[in-house]
């Protein structure tokens, strides 16, 4: 395409005038989305500076054949590493603020269109080595992939198992001989199978495996193994690795297959800091195997504040589209109103943007959860692990398919335009929906949820202490009270429901226990029960968590119409919460026509108070077009003249007669005169 630009210099009317007349200023929204007026400023300084000079065609990677997109996501990837280094050598000399902290951030993405093959490096392996090997392991070998000197990933799931992790094939022999290990993946099944970078970006891996002494089992570790050779990046003997082909989403990201045979590493390759293999093969277990998957703990904790991200960015391409798009007069004689004044349009908009912030506050607590964890684990305290574990399975299974479902809810507001590649809502869904899968299938993890709290379930039975995301089961067995319809009521609703369901889940568990099933196959047959408790009890975390950081907010926060933006979130996010849950609050609680009917009332009228701040309070979350990379999302509002831009730049396009019409088309229609 050729000539003049037709996407024009101002913004558009009807988005200028939705952000003239909100009700508070969006600098108060998004310092305080971003932590703070000194981070926003930080964000924003480091997007200025990433995406300075970013090519324009970057965009139009999708029409790329498979292996050129690998090529551009390398050759984008190692650009933003490089802005990276340089910027933190510029701002923090010494520091990790910037590089590598931000190279797996959402706030630079927009520079790697095509998507991260190391993205796992930083986000997962070098925080799993600096937890899981011993300093002079560290020395030798975690420093160099935190320094980027070689690349890695980390290789757990199996083709033939992934989220049962006591099912792994991948062996790992110990020698004595040799004081080596000898890896294989004796069947098909067990090649390694998904890790992002393993197919030809990765030349070092973590390899999780089933350790044999003796060929005595002593249950999966770690261990980190070279892959490819570090010059002619050549695979090494033994070793069978490559793509495993075109996926729904992340395209460029280059997960890959391993295959190991008879691989020998030393045993100092195995990652020893909490379980150890000595020379003479004496094996010292872990004083807490789940240490073992501590690194995914971090991961969901990361998955769900990507979930809150994904959904915020979605939110806000549908919502600036759906002020700008005018269709279907409410009253016959009038014009065509902006799509967003319909309020079945508003329920479709609104929700989405209350979720995207409640998760947003719930994966801040429970980051500051894992970091507190963290320090306790190096103090050799492990108390607290059991209830991380579960709150960070409660989550990512609830925000990845909270976003994957809202994401789609929002591509279907928009109509047809939705659907184009162009609008950026398909890559969005599935980079959300892919996470309802990897790190942890979400029934598997929320029925991991159901058994924690059978555990939890007991404790109320003896009167042990609870953890303090379950002290609210203590309640199940009292009356719940008056309903009053206030926040802390409608919260305690879905406490005292997820209280009653674990109850009845253990019923359950216990009358087939005693009916003479086995304990796992009682587990088994309570699966479902599991999960709806499982669901209840994150449903109420998230809520809990929100009226608290509100609660907070209110203490401390001068700005009334900001404040009074955040109380339409909550009572929005708070009462439909509830709605949606009705049916298993009314098993436990009995609540008259009138009660639930003002909850519909309710519903509607805050639908109506945020309808004026809703453009801005997208324009609150601070996404840069480049970021966004939609046609019907961007700032300006312009989103007829960028569809059709987008159009004409399609490779298509670029000539009038397509060759295929000589070749196959003229013919064949030549061929019936």
Partial sequence: MSGKSLIPATVNPD??????????????????????AEKLKFKRDVENYMFQDLKEDADLFLYKSHKDIYEQSIMESIEAAKKLRKLQEERNPGGDDIWPTLYSSIHVAGAMKAGNPFGVQFAMVVKALKQQSTDEQYEEFGKRVANFEISATYAQTELGHGTFLRGLETRADYDRKTDEFILN??????????PGGLGHSSNYCIVVAQLYIDNDPKGVQMFFVQVRDE????????ID??????????YGVNNGFLGLKNVRIP????LMRNAKVHPDGTFVKSPASVLTYFAMVYVRCLIASNASTLISMAATIATRYSAVRRQSPINPNEPEPQIIDHVTQQMKLFPEIATGVAYRLASNYLMSLYVLTSKEIEGGEYGRLPEMHAMACSLKALSSYDSTNGIERLRLACGGHGYLTSANLGNLFVGATASCTYEGENTVLLLQVGRYLMKSWRNVISGKPLAPTTAYLAEANKDFGNWTG???????????????????????????????????????????????AAELHGRAFIADTFLKQFRSLQANSGSVSFN?????????FLVQTVLKFMGDILMFKRLTPIEISSLQTRLEEVLTKIRPDAVAICDGFDYRDCTLASTLGSYDGNVYERLFEA???????QQPVPKSFHEHLKPFMKSNL
């Fill in 241 to 250: 690795i490559g793509d495993i082909g075109k996926k729904m989403g992340f």
């Fill in 15 to 36: 988005l200028q005038k939705e952000r003239n007349a909100a009700s508070f200023k969006v600098e108060d929204f998004a310092s305080w989305w971003h932590g703070g």
């Fill in 267 to 270: 045993r100092t390759r195995m």
């Fill in 564 to 572: 009074k933006v955040i109380e339409n979130l909550l009572e929005l």
């Fill in 647 to 653: 159009a004409k730049k399609s490779p298509l396009n």
């Fill in 486 to 532: 206030s926040w802390e009521n409608l919260v305690k609703a879905l406490q005292f429901s997820a209280a009653r369901k674990t109850r009845t889940a253990y019923e359950s568990l216990s009358q087939r226990l005693k009916s003479g099933q086995t304990e796992h196959e009682a587990a088994n047959n309570t699966g479902i029960e599991f999960i709806q």
């Fill in 185 to 194: 993946t004796p069947t098909i099944s067990a090649y390694k199978w998904w």
């Fill in 231 to 238: 010059e002619t990046h050549m695979p090494l003997p033994g």
